[in-house]
């Protein structure tokens, strides 16, 4: 298994979270993911060589992602979350001292504390979800299809619960 290098950034004032907290749980939803064969054989990192898989996070508001949205995606509205997955996206893959970059998630709290109280769940459980799903954006996965949402739900519930959360 490589090892992990997960940054992660709050400017957003309402929610104080635990980063080192949610840094380690999202290393144990990478690996959760990684231990699949299936899901490994499907990824972007297949075929690659690498000792170190990096990545950050972006935790801000529903303006920054308005704003975000707008400016990178031609899209007029905040999203609870934006990927930039740059291994999957790249034609080029780019791989330095063994380090593959699979590039930045971008999560607005605010949407995080509205969706978890529609959802009756806690604010830290909704974020793990959205965390697990920006992570298989890194890792090239999309849910273009019916069949391919639903794969990517199953996923997340599924590593959600190997860290000890039941399916949202």
Wanted: negative net charge; aromatic residues 14%; charged residues 30%.
């Amino acid at each position: 298994m490589p090892d992990f290098n997960i940054f992660s950034e709050n400017i957003y004032e309402g929610w104080e979270i635990d980063e080192k907290a949610f840094i380690d749980n999202a290393r144990s939803i990478l690996k959760y993911y990684l231990s699949f064969p299936d899901v490994y054989e499907k990824c972007c990192l297949k075929g690659f060589d690498y000792d170190t898989i990096s990545f950050d996070f972006l935790y801000c508001d529903s303006k920054k992602t308005h704003k975000i949205n707008k400016e990178y995606r031609n899209k007029d509205y905040p999203a609870d979350i934006i990927t930039f997955a740059i291994f999957a996206d790249s034609d080029e893959k780019f791989i330095f001292d063994g380090e593959i970059n699979l590039g930045e998630v971008i999560i607005a709290l605010d949407k995080v504390i509205d969706e978890a109280e529609k959802k009756k769940i806690t604010k830290e459980h909704e974020l793990l979800f959205l965390i697990s799903h920006g992570i298989l954006h890194l890792l090239g996965f999309d849910h273009q299809s019916e069949e391919d949402y639903n794969f990517i739900i199953d996923l997340q519930n599924k590593a959600l619960e190997s860290i000890g959360y039941d399916k949202i």
